[in-house]
Nanobody, 124 residues
């Protein structure tokens, strides 16, 4: 079992930055690939970024490439999402998720565990 708790969301102006954190419980955190997804009001959940268990591979959605960076610290059981150059269209609830299958890490239906989400609001 892995429990995930997101933090770091909030209100920021367009062009600003935020760093989200996802703290995981359980001793097997380092064996899971981790992903960030987001869901804006009235829209489907969208893949944002993901990282392999070792941190050696990273993946990004087209809308955030070059602006967001995912990283992890297995010693701290934590995965991060650094978000720069934020836009109003980045406003959403951001969810952290874990999967034992890295090949499915960009697919929300391939994730095994989910956090409850943290709200990011970007004002124009």
């Amino acid at each position: 079992q892995v429990q995930l708790v997101e933090s770091g969301g909030g209100l920021v102006q367009a062009g600003g930055s935020l760093r989200l954190s996802c703290a995981a419980s359980g001793r097997t955190f380092s064996s899971y690939a981790m992903g960030w997804f987001r869901q804006a009001p009235g829209k489907n959940r969208e893949f944002v970024a993901a990282i392999s268990w070792s941190g050696g591979n990273t993946y990004y959605g087209d809308s955030v490439k070059g602006r967001f960076t995912i990283s992890r610290d297995n010693a701290k059981n934590t995965v991060y999402l650094q978000m720069n150059s934020l836009k109003p269209e980045d406003t959403a609830v951001y969810y952290c998720a874990a999967t034992a299958n890295e090949w499915r890490v960009r697919d929300q239906y391939g994730m095994d565990y989910w956090g409850k989400g943290t709200l990011v609001t970007v004002s124009s």
